[in-house]
T-cell receptor, first 115, second 116 residues
Framework: GAGVSQSPSNKVTEKGKDVELRCDPI?????LYWYRQSLGQGLEFLIY????????KSGLPSDRFSAERTGGSVSTLTIQRTQQEDSAVYLC?????????????FGPGTRLTVL | DQQVKQNSPSLSVQEGRISILNCDYT??????FLWYKKYPAEGPTFLIS?????DKNEDGRFTVFLNKSAKHLSLHIVPSQPGDSAVYFC???????????????FGKGTLLTVNP
């Protein structure tokens, strides 16, 4: 079956512009996660969605970052007024249900470069 | 403050030998640990996990050892194969009694190269 897909695979933008990153989770997965991996760093948790519950936004680094998940499926991560420190690989993952015991399936990521 | 540390950025081993990847953690609330493997241009994939009630979990060529008193875990790959060459991430979660915690804290990863 289809895995987690993300688009675009690469995005180059100028400082100050807004960007939108898309994630299509595995069908039927109720939990969706966004992470980012900056150069030389581990994966950093950004935000978590579970069904119709309020998302856990505790990992978002600033109010320039926001995300939504429409219809319990596709998710969009938006970064406003991008800065050079936002350059990273943004990874989306989904799992069948909530909980670390349930395997998170990752997409290939979107590599964002802010010039 | 890094709660999960992988102090070796890279490791190189010969095919057929054992690969040992190490991970240390500082948060005593962590009770569930995972290893993920990542190839270039792909997302990480789950490899193996271990609960804090165990000290060893084995799956084929992969074994994870947990030393709670030392807050240390290691991943052993025997025998190592060239296809194992990838970045390996250690991750941890504080499940608690409810078992529903979803947050994973990742280390920076170790690049394993297995030479033919």
């Amino acid at each position: 079956g289809a895995g987690v897909s993300q688009s675009p695979s690469n995005k180059v933008t100028e400082k100050g512009k807004d960007v939108e990153l898309r994630c299509d989770p595995i069908s039927g997965h109720t939990a969706l996660y966004w992470y980012r991996q900056s150069l030389g760093q581990g994966l950093e948790f950004l935000i978590y969605f579970q069904g119709n519950s309020a998302p856990d936004k505790s990992g978002l680094p600033s109010d320039r970052f926001s995300a939504e998940r429409t219809g319990g499926s596709v998710s969009t991560l938006t970064i406003q007024r991008t800065q050079q420190e936002d350059s990273a690989v943004y990874l989306c993952a989904s799992s069948l249900v909530q909980g670390a015991l349930y395997e998170q399936f990752f997409g290939p990521g979107t590599r964002l470069t802010v010039l | 403050d890094q709660q999960v540390k992988q102090n070796s950025p890279s490791l190189s081993v010969q095919e057929g030998r054992i690969s040992i990847l190490n991970c240390d953690y500082t948060n005593s609330m962590f009770d569930y640990f995972l290893w993920y493997k990542k190839y270039p241009a792909e997302g990480p994939t789950f490899l193996i996990s271990i609960s804090s009630i165990k000290d060893k979990n084995e799956d084929g060529r992969f074994t994870v050892f947990l030393n709670k008193s030392a807050k240390h875990l290691s991943l052993h790959i025997v025998p190592s194969q060239p296809g194992d060459s990838a970045v390996y991430f250690c991750a941890a979660s504080a499940l608690g009694r409810g078992g529903s915690n979803y947050k994973l804290t990742f280390g920076k990863g170790t690049l394993l190269t297995v030479n033919p």
